[in-house]
């Protein structure tokens, strides 16, 4: 959904968002409960350990990294199931998690009640964006479509992290 600001060569390149330390397992990608039955082992044959979660009253699945660390190291990262370490994310475009489509932009409730678009600060390549060009991609009909799937999914709604700019205020249900 970010093909404007983001090329595929540099996701592909990067994958930066597809393998997670321990600290940064919030960031796991929700996953439909029939693609997780659909998907119980990976490229390689391998079986897929799912946890199943409950966020604002909608069940899903994530990929239970939990036991992929090899070391004590907290910057170990775990590279998600599905990452193919020469091609890429294995999943067809249509089965990608919405998650994953839109990272690194995030559903988020506000403090206050309010939700809002934000953006996660650590993707290496949207870094290199100008700020005021990711709120215009936003405001410009991508953040309605992110709203309209959280009224779906409210199960992808995080809770807002300090850090993490605000690109559009959503407002109304
Ligand atoms: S599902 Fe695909 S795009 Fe999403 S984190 Fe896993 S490998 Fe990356």
Not at 27 to 36: R, T
Not at 39 to 62: H, M, R, T
Request: proline share 8%; hydrophobic share 30%.
């Amino acid at each position: 959904m970010l093909h404007e600001v983001l090329s595929k060569e540099a996701c592909a390149e990067c994958r930066f968002c597809c393998s997670f330390r321990r600290q940064s397992l919030w960031e796991v990608p929700d996953i439909p409960l029939e693609l997780m039955k659909k998907y119980p082992v990976d490229a390689s044959g391998k079986q897929i350990s799912y946890l199943i979660q409950e966020n604002n009253g909608e069940k899903f699945a994530v990929t239970d990294l939990r036991n992929s660390y090899q070391t004590e190291d907290p910057e170990e990262e775990a590279a998600c199931p599905f990452l193919d370490s020469k091609k890429g994310c294995t999943l067809p475009e249509e089965e990608k998690p919405f998650d994953c489509k839109i990272w690194p932009l995030r559903y988020m409730r506000m403090e206050d009640g309010t939700e809002a678009v934000c953006l996660t600060p650590t993707c290496p390549e949207i870094n290199q964006v100008p700020p005021e060009k990711m709120k215009r991609l936003v405001e410009d009909g991508m953040g309605e479509k992110i709203r309209d799937y959280a009224r779906e999914h409210p199960g992808m709604i995080k809770e807002y992290k300090e850090g993490f700019p605000v690109l559009q205020e959503i407002s109304g249900k």
